[in-house]
């Protein structure tokens, strides 16, 4: 078989695999979410099997541990968020009322300094860029719970994640065993070197990022009930959440509980104080948190992700958010593994004796 046959034989299995991603894509997301529950949870259950105990119990105590404390987890997060997100909504109309105030004082200020015509083209533009803007929101949003959390996905995600997140992980080492089977033997130790930087990435990037995330929302929640913001607990704790997008989080919380502080506080210290709970954050997580937790060896630039995460969530809701991050790894892989055959080749020098 020719080069050009093997990459083709690739190519048409690669469009398979799309194609079929595609059309089951309504019924997917319990299956990915299991598997990536498994994957997580996997090397746990590793160490219970490596003293001693049988996989399918191991896969069992894991994933039981993993229940509970999700559910204690719940049972202690969602009394306080629950209140304090009852109580936002209930401000809800005094915040845009304030907005919108001060809104209309900025374009009076402005109109003011600028001429009609230049006034008139900058009401035009921002007219025109807040509607893309919002048209490309309100487009993400009903994405997300259109395909998201329908009923029958959220009771399929409910009831079927478990029991495919347990038979993965009790045959997890059986299944590896049989892909690795399958690898051409021409290049299976290429594909294996692949996969196991792939596998290195995205598990150090996961199990960090997300070690993280737990770290600030803890951090940004406790921070901002001390210092004293009506809903700082939920806002902190959302902004924790959310920097699983690097720098999303930070921005978000900067601007959400600024913004609340401009409301419900006068002094411009407290608000000066609930600005730098961020600063210091951002600080925190880019030089100590992040180089501790991830790693250098986690080559996924922040554009990278949050172009992967955003083109997923576009595409498929929450289920292409899932499939993102390792879509994202594979192709990093590929494409470095690509640039460093391109340097070896006599295409990029002319001099490298031919194959």
């Known amino acids: 078989m020719t080069v050009r046959e093997k990459a083709g034989?690739?190519?048409?299995?690669?469009?398979a695999f799309v194609l079929l991603v595609w059309l089951f894509?309504?019924?997917?997301?319990?299956?990915?979410?299991?598997?990536?529950?498994?994957?997580?949870?996997?090397?746990?259950?590793?160490?219970?099997?490596?003293?001693?105990?049988?996989?399918?119990?191991?896969?069992?105590?894991?994933?039981?541990?993993?229940?509970?404390l999700s559910i204690l987890l719940l049972l202690l997060l969602i009394p306080v968020v629950q209140s304090q997100?009852?109580?936002?909504?209930?401000?809800?109309?005094?915040?845009?009322?304030?907005?919108?105030?001060?809104?209309?004082?900025?374009?009076?200020?402005?109109?003011?300094?600028?001429?009609?015509?230049?006034?008139?083209?900058?009401?035009?533009?921002?007219?025109?860029?807040?509607?893309?803007?919002?048209?490309?929101?309100?487009?993400?949003?009903?994405?997300?719970?259109?395909?998201?959390?329908?009923?029958?996905?959220?009771?399929?995600?409910?009831?079927?994640?478990?029991?495919?997140?347990?038979?993965?992980?009790?045959?997890?080492?059986?299944?590896?065993?049989?892909?690795?089977?399958?690898?051409?033997?021409?290049?299976?130790?290429?594909?294996?070197?692949?996969?196991?930087?792939?596998?290195?990435?995205?598990?150090g990037f996961v199990r960090g990022q997300s070690s993280v995330c737990i770290v600030l929302a803890l951090g940004y929640g406790g921070a901002l009930a001390a210092a004293g913001l009506p809903f700082g607990f939920t806002v902190g704790l959302m902004a924790g959440l959310v920097s699983f997008i690097p720098y999303m989080g930070s921005m978000f919380g900067l601007v959400s509980s600024v913004g609340l502080a401009l409301i419900e506080f006068s002094d411009p210290v407290r608000i000066g104080i609930v600005a730098l709970i961020f600063v210091v954050g951002q600080l925190i997580e880019a030089y100590l948190l992040t180089p501790k937790l991830v790693g250098d060896r986690v080559q996924l630039h922040p554009v990278w992700v949050i172009f992967a995460?955003?083109?997923?969530?576009?595409?498929?809701?929450?289920?292409?958010?899932?499939?993102?991050?390792?879509?994202?790894?594979?192709?990093?892989?590929v494409v470095r593994f690509l640039l460093t055959q391109y340097r070896q080749s006599r295409l990029y020098d002319h001099e490298l004796p031919g194959d």
């Open 25 to 68: 894509q309504p019924i997917l997301l319990p299956f990915v979410a299991g598997l990536a529950v498994a994957y997580f949870l996997d090397p746990i259950a590793d160490w219970m099997e490596r003293r001693g105990i049988g996989r399918g119990w191991a896969a069992a105590w894991t994933l039981l541990g993993f229940a509970i």
């Open 309 to 333: 995460l955003f083109a997923g969530g576009s595409l498929m809701g929450f289920l292409g958010m899932l499939i993102a991050l390792p879509t994202a790894a594979v192709i990093g892989v």
């Open 85 to 203: 997100i009852v109580g936002l909504a209930g401000r809800l109309p005094d915040i845009v009322a304030v907005l919108q105030r001060w809104l209309i004082a900025g374009v009076e200020r402005l109109q003011g300094v600028l001429s009609p015509e230049e006034f008139q083209q900058v009401r035009d533009a921002l007219t025109a860029e807040f509607g893309r803007g919002m048209s490309i929101f309100s487009g993400l949003v009903q994405g997300f719970f259109a395909r998201s959390i329908a009923f029958f996905e959220f009771l399929s995600l409910i009831l079927v994640t478990p029991v495919v997140a347990f038979y993965l992980l009790r045959d997890w080492d059986r299944i590896v065993a049989i892909l690795d089977e399958l690898l051409p033997l021409e290049h299976r130790a290429t594909v294996r070197q692949q996969v196991g930087r792939v596998d290195e990435m995205l598990s």
């Open 9 to 15: 034989a690739w190519l048409l299995i690669l469009a």
